[in-house]
């Protein structure tokens, strides 16, 4: 019979829309061994239970780490509640992966940070967007200088299911964030990564696509500048109609050429001087590779993707809200200093 004795136990924190996927990766990871689901919602808890083989279900996380042991907990509840439960997961000497945003503002990120930093855990947010293979191809081809010196990135990620799927807190900027920390923060954290370069600025619009009376922008334009001259200029929608449509695409420009990567199941293209090269089109789950990931640092390699990461992409989402706000580019720097 398989053993599980040397898997870290781990309890899922929020059982709404993405819990499953976390659950369903921890299941597929030998290193890791669901030993409960917490939710404040007891009907969602005994739901998300019954849906793990039964697993343990707790309303308090506080009682659901002292009763299972767990070592770990990967945190799916609404953005305004991860900085107070990251927290929480950290005094517990427990790792965690947390959704993104890490936090909805940056004093909330640093808290976090600190907390894990005092710890001595693994803390790591969740940018599920780095682990799918098209990011990871875009990555992969620019850290092996095929474009050269990258100066323009392009990234639109435009779909349509904003309604009936988004529930009151993602539709509420004070629990959200608002749209540029709720989903615009995948764009952001994904630039970033890709040219390996500082944000300077971010320079965002937003639109009220599907009604005007909406309390968060749908439609995204975010511009960031980075400090050795790279722009990327980023697209997010979830606004567009029908509902069903969604579609991405990306374009990094260089100084030795252009990756293009389409929206479907075809292999993206490097054109450079001698001409144009098909990359492979890949399949692999993002959740899956995320999980692995989280595994790896848990069990005492470096992570993927670090605390300073998650606490900089909220940077940016804050610079992007307050762009919008006060029609100016918003200095990273700006929003880093004030909560420092
Ligand atoms: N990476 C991705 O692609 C992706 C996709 C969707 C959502 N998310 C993120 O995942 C998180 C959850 O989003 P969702 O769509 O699953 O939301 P959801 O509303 O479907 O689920 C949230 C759950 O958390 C529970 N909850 C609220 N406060 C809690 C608390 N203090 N303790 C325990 N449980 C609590 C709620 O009862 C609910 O069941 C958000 O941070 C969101 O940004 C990420």
């Known amino acids: 019979m398989e053993s599980h004795s040397a898997s870290v136990g781990v309890l899922v924190v929020g059982t709404g829309f993405i819990a499953a996927q976390h659950a369903a990766a921890i299941h597929a990871e030998p290193r890791l061994e669901l030993l409960g689901v917490v939710d404040i919602d007891p009907g969602r808890a005994a739901a998300a239970s019954r849906a793990n083989g039964g697993v343990p279900w707790f309303t308090d996380l506080g009682a659901a780490l002292a009763e299972t042991g767990a070592g770990a907990c990967v945190v799916c509840t609404p953005n305004d509640t991860h900085a107070d439960l990251a927290v929480q997961v950290a005094e517990a000497g427990a790792h965690l992966l947390i959704e993104k945003p890490l936090a909805t503002d940056v004093a909330g990120a640093r808290r976090a940070a600190e907390a894990?930093?005092?710890?001595?855990?693994?803390?790591?947010?969740?940018?599920s967007h780095r682990y799918y293979d098209y990011a990871l191809t875009v990555r992969d081809v620019i850290r092996a200088g095929e474009l050269g010196a990258v100066d323009l990135v392009r990234l639109s990620l435009l779909g349509g299911w904003i309604w009936p799927d988004w529930r009151g807190w993602m539709l509420d900027p004070a629990r959200s964030g608002g749209h540029s920390l709720h989903n615009g923060v995948h764009l952001l954290d994904l630039v970033t990564w890709w040219t390996g370069d500082i944000p300077e600025t971010v320079y965002a619009r937003g639109r009220r696509q599907t009604a005007a009376e909406l309390r968060v922008y749908d439609y995204l334009e975010m511009t960031v500048a980075f400090a050795g001259g790279a722009v990327a200029v980023c697209e997010m929608s979830r606004g567009h109609r029908p509902t069903s449509y969604a579609r991405r695409d990306v374009l990094?420009?260089?100084?030795?050429?252009?990756?293009?990567?389409?929206?479907?199941?075809?292999?993206?293209?490097?054109?450079?001087?001698?001409?144009?090269?098909?990359?492979?089109?890949?399949?692999?789950?993002?959740?899956?590779?995320?999980?692995?990931?989280?595994?790896?640092?848990?069990?005492?390699?470096?992570?993927?993707?670090?605390?300073?990461?998650?606490?900089?992409?909220?940077?940016?989402?804050?610079?992007?809200?307050?762009?919008?706000?006060?029609?100016?580019?918003?200095?990273?720097?700006?929003?880093?200093?004030?909560a420092a």
């Open 116 to 127: 894990f930093a005092r710890a001595g855990r693994v803390l790591m947010p969740a940018h």
């Open 252 to 338: 990094v420009s260089g100084s030795g050429g252009i990756l293009t990567l389409p929206w479907d199941a075809e292999a993206g293209s490097v054109t450079d001087e001698s001409g144009t090269a098909l990359l492979p089109p890949g399949g692999t789950d993002g959740f899956a590779t995320q999980i692995a990931a989280w595994a790896d640092a848990v069990t005492g390699g470096p992570p993927a993707v670090t605390a300073e990461d998650g606490l900089l992409a909220v940077a940016m989402g804050v610079a992007a809200e307050r762009s919008i706000a006060e029609g100016r580019p918003v200095p990273v720097a700006e929003v880093l200093k004030e």
